[in-house]
């Protein structure tokens, strides 16, 4: 079987770095932000070439903490793509703020500035552009609408650690931008952990209240802060494989250029190709009319795949006010995508079967 992500057989390439930084922290006796956390800050802030990174609990929490700080008047609406993962329409309820779905481009799965023009309205205060799969959304025309209606940008770069725009990194593309390090992203923990960046030294001067129950002093609260700190350990284990980051990019896309030259089956949907060396295929999703059947006869050849995302944001439980929404695009992307095995433990053999296996479908 080939597995869809081994975290077991990524991760272990990186024992003796691991154990070092692990060990590291043991024996410091400091566990909450501390010297590990402002290593990897740094670190992080540098490699996104942004002027601050902000460590924080998870990906979501980047988010919310963001919208949170920007202090927007509550029922101020927040534009993001009707296929965005969960977590960015959470981010934005959970700030207090209204979701407005814009349907995406079908070709390249995200934002595209028509649509968004035509969803501002007077509440409208922000733009959440998710770089979906690791591709940066067309974040000039999106900062061109942003400036035109006086809006924030926020970058939800969770699937998109090294990804580049127009010679600029992810996370040095809008007003700030939210990471997740989940051990399945490009740069993952061994645990949740997650970042901010921005290079407006006021915003990241407020996160720091942020995440640390709304104070800098202790026992002096300023906001109505969270606990959303990333810790010493998964900060030591991030500069760990940071190093590595890089190097496991440039093999995804090697992998994916791969796939996008030798992949040849009539009805498959393939991800654009315009920007393979600025893209960091955090997944590979290709389009399938079939999709189910097409992921059953994988699976016969010992493929496992998955879907990212089977249930669109509109038709989730728990956005009973999204169910009425007519939003056709999402709807076929989550009926049809597909995410084929890409990641920096997949080895060129295995892809090759993959690819054979696919070009002599019949399904
Ligand atoms: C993973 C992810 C998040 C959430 O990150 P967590 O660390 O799991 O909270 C947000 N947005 C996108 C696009 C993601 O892929």
Redesign the pocket.
Known sequence: MIPFLDLMRLNERYTDALQQATNRVVQSGWYILGKELAAFEAAFAAYCQTGYAIGVA???EALVLVLKAWDFPAGSEVLVASNA?I??ILAITQAGLKPVLVEPDPQTYTLSAEHLRDALTPKTKAILP?H?YGRCCDMAAINEVAAEAGLLVLE?A??AHGAMYQGKRAGNLGDAAGF?F?PT?NLGALG?A?AITTNDANLADKLLFWRNYGSKQKYVNQYKGHNSRLDEMQAAILTAKLAYLEAENKYRRRLAERYLTALKHPVLGLPPSDRIHDDVWHLFVVTHPERDRFRAYLLEKGIQTDIHYPTPPHRQEAYPEFNQLTLPVADKLHREVISLPLNPALTEAQQAYIIETINQATV
């Open positions: 998870n990906g979501l993962y977590a960015s998710v979906l939800d969770a699937q997740s989940y992203k949740d997650g």
